[in-house]
């Protein structure tokens, strides 16, 4: 016979253990964000696995996580970082960088003095014929594919939990 506070710590131990995946504790430095290349197995533009990539802090405290999702026909590139880790090498970022999802912006002085017949090196970034970027900050992991992996596990938990109690 089990003493009877065994299921109470055993509920305890399995609502400690689902994962958190959308919330701030507000113990955290800043911004967690998941960093990943449309190259990458599991990091597509909607079918995306967070076990794969567990996510990073962004270097900066007002931070914001990007998906960045370019198109080329039926070609799609996404990737996921933070806006400051994107701000070194892009220069299409669109100015607006609220909550939601907006086209880039036109560097009209990009490649203005380079005469360069190599198509690969793409010096003007017109290869893809759509590129969108797509802002959060409010929560962490806000940059990965919609998915309701993490209310799957509080239904789980909350059944397990009231299945103790009665």
């Not at 299921?7 to 113990?27: D, Q, R």
């Not at 701000?87 to 490649?111: H, M, N, Q, W």
Request: hydrophobic letters at 40%.
């Amino acid at each position: 016979m089990l003493p009877p506070t065994t299921p109470l710590i055993v509920a305890t131990a399995i609502l400690l253990a689902v994962p958190a995946i959308s919330f701030k504790t507000g113990l955290e430095d800043g911004l967690i964000c998941n960093v990943c290349v449309g190259t990458h197995p599991g990091c597509g533009e909607t079918g995306f696995d967070y076990r794969w990539y567990w996510g990073k802090m962004c270097p900066r405290y007002n931070d914001k996580c990007v998906k960045l999702i370019e198109k080329k026909g039926a070609e799609v590139m996404v990737t996921r970082d933070c806006l400051s880790n994107l701000e070194a090498f892009r220069t299409d970022i669109p100015a607006d960088k609220y909550e939601g999802c907006r086209s880039a912006s036109k560097d009209v002085k990009l490649g203005q003095h380079v005469f360069n017949k190599i198509e690969e090196l793409d010096v003007y970034r017109n290869h893809y014929d759509n590129t969108t970027y797509c802002f959060c900050d409010f929560d962490h992991w806000c940059n990965g594919a919609h998915h309701m992996i993490g209310t799957g596990w509080v239904v789980v938990g909350f059944a397990i939990f009231l299945a103790i109690l009665h």
